[in-house]
C-alpha cells in the first residue's frame, strides 16, 4: 500500500491515550506507532498496563525523547499529554517537520480571554504555532484540517455541545435573546487517570455531582466554535457514576416556530456527507449506551408545544469521538483518506 | 403517651411503601401499623419480601379489605398505590372518617387542564374530595396542612424543584421573560417495582437517558405550586444508573443583578424555620451522596459573572423526602407533632 | 471471495442474538444474515431494539419460519433460543439440510441423567438429533465440529470452568479425592433480556447474591466435558451488579507438589495452538475488565506453599467468549476457515 | 443517666472512623465524642470531609494529641488507624488509664508468625501489651471483652468468616481432612479512603478481580480464632464494583452426613442469644443488600444431596459490623449496657 505513515502517540498509558494506540494498531494506513508513556508510569509495555491487548506480541512503551521520535522516523505525532507538556511539545515537533495532532486544550483557543484559563505562557513562538493551528472538528473545518499541519482535537464535552448546536447557529436560527443552556454528564474516565478523591470509587459510585459550573475550560472552545455571547452561554458539567459516556441536554429557543420535522431536517442536511453524526429520528432520543465505543456524536431532539422551545440530546463516548476516535478522524483527513478509516 | 395513633399502610411491597413501613416502624408516636400489599404480590410478611428487615418477629401482610382497617381501628391511612387506585380509595377512606395521606399523583393538582393527563375519571365525590385535598408540601403549606383530612403527598421530582425555586418565585425575584430549566436526573427507584424494559439491569447500567420530555406528570406539580406560566417552564426527567438519589439543576434569571450573599440569605431565610431543608454554604453544591437515607433537599447554588443567571442544585432521597420520609413529615404536622420526629 | 455463506440468527432480539447478529455483519465469510426476532418481538428491525447499530441501513428481523429460510438460502442456521425452541427447530433444521449451532442448553448433555433438569421431551427423532451433536468447545472438539452438521455451543460459566481445569483434567493431574470448588460470578446480561424481579435494576445494584447452588443447569456440561465425578464437584454461581463478563474462581488440588512454572506450563501447553485462550504469567491474575468484548477467554492462577493447592481464575466475556462469539468460532472451525476470522 | 462516658476517634475521616463518629453521635450512653483528623486531613469539621451529617452544629476536628484527649477527659479511645499508628498510641493509652478499641490489625494475633505480616517491630512494652489485648468478637469472647482495657476489633473478612464457621468448629462437626475454601468478595470502602490506581472508579466499575491470594492479613486471624490448620485453610479476596457490603462463600465438609435442620439448628443454637447473627431459614440465602447500613451478620446455608458438602454464605457491612459496629458492640460489652445499644 503505498500510503502508510509511522504515528507516535506520547502519553500512550492514559485512558485517551490507550484508545488512541488500540486504533492506530488497526488502521490501515499506519504502518506502525511507537509509543511514549506518560511520566509517572514506569511500564515497560503497554500490555502491561492495560492486560487487555495481551496476545502474545507485547508492545513496547518508551520514555519520551525527540531522537526516538526521529530514529522511528514518525510522520505524524499525537499528544495525549497535559496542555502544559504539549504547549513545549508541538513548537518542537513541528520545527522537526512532524505533523501534530494534539488532544490537549493547549492549542484550542484563538481568543486570548478565553486561553486564560490554561495558564499558558505566551511567547512569540507560541503566537506563530497557535496560528497554524486548526480547531479539529471535521464536521466544522475539514477543508482546513486536510491541509494542517496542527491539529487542536477537541474537548470531549465541547464536541458533544457543538455538534449539536452548530446546524442551528452557523444557519441563524437561534433567538440570540434567550439563554442556552448545555446541562452536561460525562462519565469518570473523561477526569483521566490520575489519582483524586474526586475519582475514588466510593466518591462516585451511588452519586451525581455538578462542577466547575460557570467555569469550565470547555466553554471557550463553545463559545469559539459557534460564535454565540458568553452572556448566553450555560454549560454545566456533571460527574456520572460511570466509566465512559457523555449525554448533553441542550436548551435553546429558535427564533421561529418551528416544526419538527424542519428542525430534523436542519440536522440531517447539515450532516447529510457525515460518516460520524448521527441523527436520530424524531421523537428517538439517544442514549449513553447507542454510541459507547463508537466514532459516533448521536443527536436528538425534543421541541416545545410553541415550535420554539428545542431540546438536544447529544450523545458521545468521551474517549473516543470525544478524543482517540476523533484524532484518527482528523488524521484520516489530514491525509485525504475516507474520513471514518479504522473507526468502523 | 398520650398521642399515639395507628396507621395503615396500601402498597407496604412497593419501594416506597416499604419505607414508609420502616419509618413508622420507629415513629413514637405510632402505636402500630397495618400493612396491605399490592394486588399483584402474594407475600404473607414485609419480611418475605425485604429480608434486610428480619429480626425474628415477621411483620404480617395483608390483601387490603376495609373489613381489616377498620378491625385494626386505623386512624391515619397512607396510600403507597397507583394513582387509579388511590382514586377509588380515597373518598371511600374519608367517608369512613379516617385521615388519608397520598403518595400518589390523584389528588395533587387542582387545575383541570394539569390532571388529565392521569386520565382519572370525576365524579361529584371526586369533585368534593379534591376540595378537600392539601398538597404536601410542609414547607409551603404547613398550616393547611394541620387541620386536614387529606394530603397529596407530592412527587419527588417535583419536590425538589419546588423545594429550590420557591424562595425566588414566593418572594416574586424571577425575571418571567426568561425560560426556567430544570434538568432533573433520578435513580430507578423512581420508576418504582414494577417489571419494565427500562428497569431492566443491562438497559439502565452504564448509560444515561431522558424520557418524558415536555410530558412528565410532575409538571403540573412545579407548575400550580411555584405560579409559573407553563410557557417558561422546561423540565426534563433523566434515569441514573442509581438505585436511588435525585439531583435536579435547575436555571433560572433573576430580574435583578444580585449578590452570592443576597442569593444565599433569600434561601437561609425562606426555610429558617425548617428541619427538612439544607441550604449548602456558597459555593459548596449539594451531591446525591449527601442526602441519601435522609428527609434532607439539599440546595445549593452557582451564580454567573452577571448576577442574573442562577443555577439552583438540590438533591434529595426519592424514596425519603421524595415520597415516604415527606408523608412521615406531613403526619407529624397533621397531628401537631415535632415535624422531624421519627425521621432522623 | 469462493468461500461465502448465508447465515440465519433466530432470536436476534436477545442479547447473545444481537452480538450474533453484529458479529457476522462484519465476517469477510458471511456474505449475508437473515434475522429473526424473538416472538414476544414486534420490531420490524433489529435498529429498532438496538439503536447502536443505526448506519442508515436498518437491518429487517422477520417472524421465523422454515419458509423464509429456505427462499434467502441459508447455510448455517444459529439459534439464540431457550431451550424448548431448540428441541423443536434443530431436528427440522437438519432435516431441511441446513447446518445448525444451536446456543441452548438443549443439545450439549449427552447422559441421560445429566439432561433431565431441561425437562424436554424425548423421542426416537431426538435420540438420533443427539448422536449428532457435538459439544462446541473448539479447543477441547475442534476435529469433531469440523465434520458434524450440529453443534451444541457451551453455557457462558462452563465454558470459563471447563477451559481452566481441561488441561489439569486431560493429564491427570488432580487429586481426585478432593472437592472441585468452582466459585463463579457473572454480569445480569447471562441472564437474558426476559423481565424478572432478579433483574430489575435496583434489586441487582450495590447487591451480591448467589444463586442455583448445588442446582445449575451448567454442572452437567462440566461433569461430561471434564469426566469429573459429580460427588467432587461444587459449582455456585453468583449475580454481579454488572452488565457483563464472568469471573471463574477454581479451587482444585494437584495430585502432586508442583512448581509455578510447571502449572504455567502444562496450561502453555495445552493451549499453545489456540487463538481464543490466553494464559496469564504467573503471578498475574485476569480480571473481568480484560477479555470484555474480545472472543478471550483469560486464565491465570495462584498455588499455595505446598504446591498442591492450585487456584485458577478464569475470565471471559459471557456474551462473547461465552455465547456469540464462541458460536463464530464454530462456525469458522466447521467450514476450515481461520479459528478467529471476523472475532478480532 | 448515671452510665456515661467520652470517647476520642482516632481517623475519624476514614470510611470507619467516620461511621464511628456517627455511631456514637446518637448512642445513648456517649455523652461526647472528640474526633481526630488522620494526618494527611486538613478539614476543621468533620462536616467538611462528609457534608451528608450537616445539621447546623459543626462536629469539629482535631489534630491529635495525647494533650487533647486529657483536656477531654476521654474515657475510651477509638482508633480508626493505620496498624503502624495503632502499634504506637495503643501502650500509650492504656498507660494513660483510658479504655482502647483499636480497629486496625495491629493487635489481633497472638501467633508470632501471623504477626509478621504486619511488620511491626516488638518490645517489651508491645509483648505486655498484647497480653492484655483481647479479639473484639462479641459473640465468641463476650466474657472476656466485659473485663478488658484493650479490644482489637476484627477484620471484615475475618468477622464474615469466622462467624459462620465457628458453630461448626466449635461443635468440632467439621471434616478436617478437606479444605475449607473462603471465597469472599468485598465492596472498595474495604480499601480505605487512601489514593490508589487499584480504587479508581475506571478500574473497579464493570469489573471483578482477585487478590492477595494466599497471603491475605485477615487469614491469621481466622486461623487463630478457629484453630483451623493453615495447610486446610484457602481464603481468597475479590473486588467487587459496589462501594460497600462483603459477601463471603464458604466450602466446608462436615464429618457427617448431616440433614439441613440439625445444620440450621446448629447454627441457631450457637447464636442463639445474639443480637447481632441472623440465621436465615434454609435453602433462603442472605444476599449483600440485606446487612447494609446495619450491624448484622446474616448466614445461610445449602446442603449437598451428600449431606456432607456445606456452602456457608455470610454477609455483612464491612464499615459497620465488619468495623465501626462491631467496635460499638465492643463498646457496650465492655461496659456491660445492652449489646446492640445504638446500632439498631
Redesign the interface.
Given at each position: 500500500m503505498a500510503d502508510q505513515i509511522k504515528c507516535g502517540v506520547v502519553g500512550a498509558t492514559g485512558?485517551a491515550g490507550f484508545e488512541l494506540a488500540r486504533l492506530l494498531r488497526k488502521h490501515p494506513n499506519v504502518s506502525a506507532s511507537v509509543l511514549f508513556r506518560r511520566g509517572e508510569h514506569s511500564a515497560a509495555t503497554l500490555d502491561e498496563a492495560y492486560?487487555?491487548i495481551?496476545?502474545g506480541q507485547p508492545t513496547p512503551l518508551h520514555a519520551f525523547s525527540w531522537e526516538q521520535v526521529e530514529k522511528e522516523k514518525v510522520d505524524l505525532l499525537f499528544l495525549a499529554t497535559p496542555h502544559e507538556t504539549s504547549w513545549e511539545l508541538v513548537p518542537e515537533g513541528l520545527r522537526r517537520g512532524l505533523k501534530v495532532i494534539d488532544l490537549s486544550g493547549a492549542w484550542r483557543l484563538k481568543d486570548e480571554a478565553n486561553r486564560k484559563i490554561y495558564k499558558l505562557v505566551e511567547s512569540a513562538v507560541s503566537v506563530a504555532t497557535l496560528k497554524q493551528s486548526v480547531y479539529g472538528s471535521p464536521e466544522l473545518h475539514g477543508a482546513t484540517i486536510r491541509g494542517s499541519k496542527l491539529v487542536a482535537n477537541p474537548g470531549c464535552y465541547a464536541t458533544s455541545v457543538i455538534l449539536a448546536l452548530a446546524p442551528f447557529a452557523k444557519n441563524d436560527l437561534i433567538d440570540r435573546h434567550?439563554?442556552i443552556?448545555c446541562?452536561c454528564?460525562s462519565g469518570?474516565?473523561g477526569a483521566g487517570?490520575q489519582?483524586?478523591?474526586k475519582?475514588?470509587?466510593?466518591?462516585?459510585?451511588?452519586?451525581?455531582?455538578?462542577?466547575s459550573?460557570?467555569g469550565h475550560r470547555h466553554t471557550g472552545e463553545i463559545l469559539e466554535q459557534l460564535g454565540i455571547s458568553a452572556?448566553r452561554l450555560?454549560f454545566?458539567p456533571?460527574l456520572?457514576?460511570?466509566?465512559?459516556?457523555i449525554?448533553s441536554?441542550i436548551?435553546v429557543?429558535l427564533k421561529e416556530a418551528t416544526a419538527a420535522a424542519t428542525v430534523e431536517e436542519t440536522l440531517r442536511k447539515f450532516y447529510a456527507g457525515s460518516t460520524s453524526v448521527?441523527i436520530?429520528p424524531h421523537p428517538?432520543?439517544?442514549?449513553?449506551?447507542?454510541?459507547?465505543?463508537?466514532n459516533y456524536c448521536d443527536i436528538g431532539f425534543?421541541?416545545?408545544?410553541?415550535g420554539k422551545?428545542l431540546?438536544l440530546?447529544s450523545c458521545l463516548d468521551n474517549l473516543i469521538k470525544g478524543a482517540a476516535g476523533q484524532a484518527v478522524q482528523n488524521m484520516n483527513v489530514m491525509y485525504g483518506w475516507a474520513e471514518q478509516e479504522g473507526l468502523n
Open positions: 485512558y492486560p487487555q495481551m496476545n434567550a439563554d443552556v446541562d454528564k469518570v474516565s487517570k489519582l483524586s478523591p475519582t475514588h470509587f466510593v466518591e462516585v459510585a451511588e452519586n451525581l455531582s455538578a462542577y459550573v460557570f452572556e450555560i454545566t456533571h456520572l457514576p460511570i466509566p465512559r459516556g449525554l441536554t436548551y429557543r448521527r436520530f428517538l432520543l439517544p442514549q449513553i449506551q447507542h454510541s459507547l465505543r463508537t425534543a421541541l416545545g408545544p410553541d422551545k431540546i440530546v
